[in-house]
């Protein structure tokens, strides 16, 4: 049994290592921690408290790192993952951090309509563009139906 355990922390570890990045100290701890958790549920222990508190706070919100009124400016939008300022984090989050938006918005306790994913001026620019190319106007690019 302690095989099936072995390969099956090793699976769990290798999974979570490809989508985070791990310090090799981290690692150590992670294998540590999934093989001793499977090792309790096998044994038909308890979840240790410290797993449980853990779970309790994945769901408590971040605080930003930085002050709210300085998250989105004119020429960029900072990430609260990393700090990088860039244009748009869409992308971003999804690829460096494997975060949906949705998510990130929970994690931060952030309202979408306050705090948006791209900066003011791309926002403006891509407004502009589709103005000029006629999009939401009403009757403009329709075809009637008979």
Known sequence: MATEVL??????????A????????ELVEEIKEVYN???GLESGLALPEEAVEKGKEAEVVKKPPIPLDEIVKDKYVVCL??????RTLKAHLRKAHQVAPAEYYRRYGLDPKKFPLVCKEYSDQRRRLA????LGAKGVGRKKST
Do not use: N, Y
């Open 37 to 39: 958790t499977l090792m």
């Open 81 to 86: 993952e990393c700090g990088k300022k860039m």
């Open 18 to 25: 490809s989508m985070s990045e791990l310090t090799p100290k």
């Open 7 to 16: 390969k099956l922390t090793a699976q769990i570890v290798i999974s979570h």
């Open 131 to 134: 103005k000029e190319k006629g």
